[in-house]
């Protein structure tokens, strides 16, 4: 009996680690036309293909390449530009795992890097070196929501020859594309509002060109970076809610920063949507008027209070990630920044006090009455 035409609206998981040939002159084909077959699953596979086609898509890119988890986007974007000898520069304000991989990974492989105040992001003639190879960034920086003028920072790393790699974690494409500012690289934790439930550990990077979108698919391939099918297919699930779940952070977390800044035991709120946040005026051109569900704030620097708070709250469990449709908060010096010097953290303002909101999309008269009780 012949096998029914099969057409799924949603694309199935290949959950198979090798594919099929008919005979050697398939397996030419697969290696003189690029694209139009499968071999092995670390070379390509339908589900981690259609990940990376869809943060594609929503960048505006030439190219995507999915990979195992959010460092090892990171990794594969410095690897497309960088070899032993090069020098990158980054954005002081950095996730802690981008900056360990930086010092204790990539220094190790010779290229050596040097750190950018936030204040000199635009005029970076006192850090470019001759060997120089790229700035990166985020669209608004972890832990303390500092919001990188894109188009600014493009236009000075191309004057010194230098590419802009973008990390758009915290902005999500649904809020702001750097492409589309002049980023030659975007990376994501997929991990986080890409994919949005906790349940996936993921990345993905986006080149402008297709020269640099080949290189991607290169290093991932070698080295081994490809996503399995499973979290591509839960990746691309979560996806399809993304523009909504985005929408409705933003909403609840704008209330949430607004009450915590009301609120007597709260010293300051780090968040873009309040009026007088440094860059909220960027934040809203840049931002498209949204400015996600992220935001930190400072209680006094005594461990006990910042205990008697996680303990308290019910709706913020101490989770170490973000991003989730449930809130939680985190801890940047003990968890997320734990890999910077003491130096880099006393510069950057992370102290024992200083607690990370991801905020979920619950009824927002149920995190505000769990804020409420956990900080009175």
């Avoid at 290949?14 to 003189?32: C, I, N, P, R």
């Avoid at 099918?229 to 209330?255: C, D, F, I, Q, Y």
């Avoid at 997320?336 to 950057?348: G, V």
Wanted: aromatic share 8%; proline share 5%.
């Amino acid at each position: 009996m012949d096998q029914p035409t099969i057409h799924p609206k949603i694309t199935p998981i290949y959950q198979t680690s090798v594919f099929k040939f008919e005979d050697l002159d398939a397996v030419q084909q697969y290696f003189d036309e690029p694209g139009s077959s499968y071999m092995y699953s670390r070379n390509g596979n339908p589900n981690s293909d259609e990940l990376a086609g869809a943060v594609n898509r929503w960048e505006g890119g030439a190219g995507a390449v999915a990979t195992g988890s959010g460092m090892a986007a990171i990794f594969a974007a410095m690897l497309t530009y960088c070899q032993a000898g090069d020098h990158v520069l980054c954005a002081a304000d950095i996730y802690g795992g981008s900056a360990a991989l930086l010092n204790l990974e990539l220094s190790r492989l010779g290229i050596s890097v040097s750190y950018v105040p936030f204040e000199s992001l635009y005029d970076l003639a006192g850090y470019a070196q001759p060997n120089s190879k790229l700035l990166l960034c985020e669209t608004m920086s972890n832990p303390l929501l500092r919001v990188v003028d894109l188009h600014a920072a493009a236009k000075e790393c191309h004057r010194h020859g230098l590419k802009l790699v973008v990390d758009n974690t915290f902005s999500t494409p649904v809020l702001t594309r750097p492409l589309a500012y002049g980023a030659d690289l975007v990376l994501h934790s997929v991990t986080k509002y890409l994919a949005g439930h906790s349940d996936v550990t993921a990345g993905a990077v986006v080149a402008r060109t297709a020269e640099d979108a080949a290189r991607l698919r290169q290093i991932g391939v070698v080295f081994g970076l490809t996503l399995s099918p499973m979290e591509s297919w839960l990746a691309v699930r979560g996806m399809k809610t993304m523009r909504l779940r985005v929408a409705a952070h933003s909403e609840n977390a704008l209330v949430v920063a607004e009450f915590l800044a009301e609120h007597p035991a709260v010293q300051a709120v780090y968040y873009p949507g309040l009026p007088d946040h440094p860059q909220h005026a960027l934040a809203v051109t840049q931002g498209a008027g949204r400015f996600g569900g992220m935001l930190s704030f400072r209680l006094p620097d005594d461990a006990a209070v910042v205990n008697r708070f996680m303990q308290r709250s019910e709706r913020f469990p101490f989770a170490p990630s973000l991003a989730g449709v449930d809130s939680s908060c985190s801890h940047p010096l003990s968890t997320s920044h734990r890999a910077l010097t003491d130096a880099q953290r006393a510069e950057l303002g992370i102290t024992v006090g200083l607690v990370r909101l991801s905020v979920g999309i619950e009824p927002i008269e149920d995190l505000l009455a769990d804020l409420a009780q956990a900080l009175d």
